[in-house]
């Protein structure tokens, strides 16, 4: 990146991306043929509002619309359904497969200085320099960070951000002008290009100086390419959880066997096939990096839910195709891609309804693991705590506290464990591995990004 940044000042009445009233206004996308096909949106020849729309998927048998593995609560009805663990939230499902830009990779909230908070939403997952060059935004996209101030899981704060058309810069290097709008009560609640216009800004263009906006009421904003700031063996847990499915609870350790795609067994070795190497070292992703006071989102000490979501403008309004809480939560403990699907297109609402015996089973083969080997196990009553705690899936903050995404306030364990949204910096892997264990294995090998975080906005590196 070359040095130098630029602030532009938020234009409160000009949007650049000429938001439709709520209807697609071009043909119907991929992504959307596809989304239809598979949730059998195409059964209608009126279209009909995103919220009936997702209402008439709750009355039927979503199971059978879906491909949904009916589960017996055991390890080996797991087993049944195909592995795909891609990471925090990369390459999630089949539909965002189809188009990077509207894929949540990662979500982020936490204290920053001057009693600020910031958010981040990344998409466009491992990105290539070549790639990022190009890099964009979808136009017809709704990019949303969803904030929940009651603890019902369902939102009362938005900020929305659209994207306008492709521009290109001397040197073949891309840029978007961007509006992002901020709305509160009912309408935060639904998926509209709705609310106060507080920013219009420009994106980082790849290899140009940073560009920042001011946002109306305080703040900033970024938008453009940045190292991804995910780091994880994932190659190495793609197959301790298949292994974990197919039975194997012999721990071992790194590198005590050969590890080949497609031949995880019962009697592998769990760790095995970590190697310590980062899989997400030298790629880039797309983000969107707010900076709010506070005040602007339940104030300094309140306790909030935070989400994000992605969706795309169709003949029937705007659809959700994707979403992020937590990290991990929806590669992790949904195994066929109809669950990771239904999970990508519902509310935090519906999580604990749709996911808490699975998640409960899921936490139990990691129990089973601890048991063979002797090692301190969980009780029920704990198994159904964790899993309570985990959903409703979202990033749990409270507003001013600079902890971090897990501290304990003695020592470690259940019941000194607190989870505080999430910096770009913590190793939310390691984390999550110790809550499932028990805390009796702690890493995945890689305990810090390939490049270091800077310590001002947007936080995250300059892309490679």
Known sequence: MAA?????????????TRPESGLARSSTSAIETQSRSTFGLGQ?????????????????????ALGLLTLAGTLAALGAGPVLVTGSDHLDAPLVKTDGRIDVTDLYAFATANHTTSLMLNVNPLMSPGMTKTARFRQRALYEFKIDTNGNAQADIAYRVKFSRLRTRSDGATYQKYVIKRATGAAANRHVWSGTTIAVGTTTAYGHGLKTTGLLGGGKAFAGPRDDPFYFDLVGFKHLKARLLAGSTTVGSPGDAACTDGSDAMTDHLLSCFSGVDTFAG???????????????????????VWATTSISTNAGWLQVDRQGRPA???VFNITDGQKELNNLSSPKDDRAQMLARTKTVLGAFNNVLSANALNTYSAGQISAIAGILLPDVLTYKVGDHHGFAWFSGAVGLGTLHLNGRRPADDVINAEFGLVTD???????VDANDVAFPTSFPYLAAPH
Do not use: W
Not at 439 to 445: L, R, V
């Open 439 to 445: 805390f009796q294995i702690n890493s995945d090998g």
């Open 283 to 305: 790629t880039n992703i797309s983000s969107i990096v707010l900076r709010v006071p506070n005040a602007k989102v339940g104030g300094t000490g309140h306790a909030i839910g």
């Open 4 to 16: 130098g940044s630029q602030e532009e000042l938020p234009i409160a009445d000009h949007d650049p």
């Open 44 to 64: 209608s020849h009126r279209p009909r509002p995103l919220e009936v729309t997702i209402h008439m998927h709750k009355r039927r048998k979503l199971a059978g």
């Open 329 to 331: 939560i929806n590669t």
